[in-house]
């Protein structure tokens, strides 16, 4: 399952991720989801998030600020599940950590970038376990 979610940028596609996924972690069917965006966006992302989807535990930044913080995250994800938001090149970094986890929602913001299918990053997001929906964003056109 999946789509794209496709329109002009300031529209709220954010808000509208966000919505789907407060409503989907209240229903109990999903516990795990990653957010992968352009770096700069990651904190716009994980406040929106909070703004959100206050009551879902573990909205959680995942980037270069130590392997240990982000051992710690993957385990706590694993463990009690939440929402890890990250970038396009931490999925290429940590494919390995990120493809040991079964996703529920993997969103891709600005997914444009992802539509060439021999660039690494489009195999690092295309070998992601997703046992549910794949989204991908875009405010440009495709």
Known sequence: MGG???????????????????GLF????????????????????Q???????????????????GRQTREKQIKLLKKEGGILVTSYGMVTGERMNLSDIRFDIVCVDEGHRAKNINTELRKNLVNLRVKGIRLSLSGTPI
């Open 26 to 45: 209240d229903s109990g069917q999903i516990r795990k989801v990653l957010i992968v965006a352009p770096a700069t966006m990651k904190t716009y992302w």
């Open 47 to 65: 406040t929106e998030l909070f703004k959100w989807c206050s009551d879902v535990q573990n909205v959680m930044q995942f980037d270069d600020k």
């Open 4 to 22: 794209v979610l496709g329109d002009d940028m300031g529209l709220g596609k954010t808000v509208q991720v966000a919505t789907l996924c407060k």
